[in-house]
Nanobody, 121 residues
Framework: QVQLAEAGGGLVQVGGSLRLSCAASGRIFRINTMYWYHQAPGNQRELVASITGSGDSNYADSVKGRFTISRDSAKNTVYLQMNGLKPEDTAIYYC???????????????WGQGTQVTVSS
């Protein structure tokens, strides 16, 4: 009922930048918090950053000062600007959106399919 389409991953050298985007579509009344997670091979999925509907953001310590999360609520889209990339940032990046179907209803978590980010040294 809700689809998340991610874009922007790729191969970049150490110190480079990438901008990820994730657009939500389908049965959406409102999206509350939107998130970016990453998962490296053999590791658990970890929260990278989140942003509420009012624009309050939080970051994992490992990316503070390098990554910036933003959103365009009119387009149901979340972005992740990644600067100063390091080899340890290599992972699959997933977006997540907490979606309301109606006012006062429950929220449901939807995930994107993931986009690969590879940082070469």
């Amino acid at each position: 009922q809700v689809q998340l389409a991610e874009a922007g991953g790729g191969l970049v050298q150490v110190g480079g930048s990438l901008r990820l985007s994730c657009a939500a579509s389908g049965r959406i009344f409102r999206i509350n918090t939107m998130y970016w997670y990453h998962q490296a091979p053999g590791n658990q999925r970890e929260l990278v950053a989140s942003i509420t509907g009012s624009g309050d953001s939080n970051y994992a310590d490992s990316v503070k000062g390098r990554f910036t999360i933003s959103r365009d609520s009119a387009k149901n889209t979340v972005y992740l600007q990644m600067n100063g990339l390091k080899p340890e940032d290599t992972a699959i990046y997933y977006c997540r959106a907490d979606v309301l179907y109606s006012s006062g209803g429950f929220q449901y978590a939807y995930w994107g399919q993931g986009t690969q980010v590879t940082v070469s040294s």
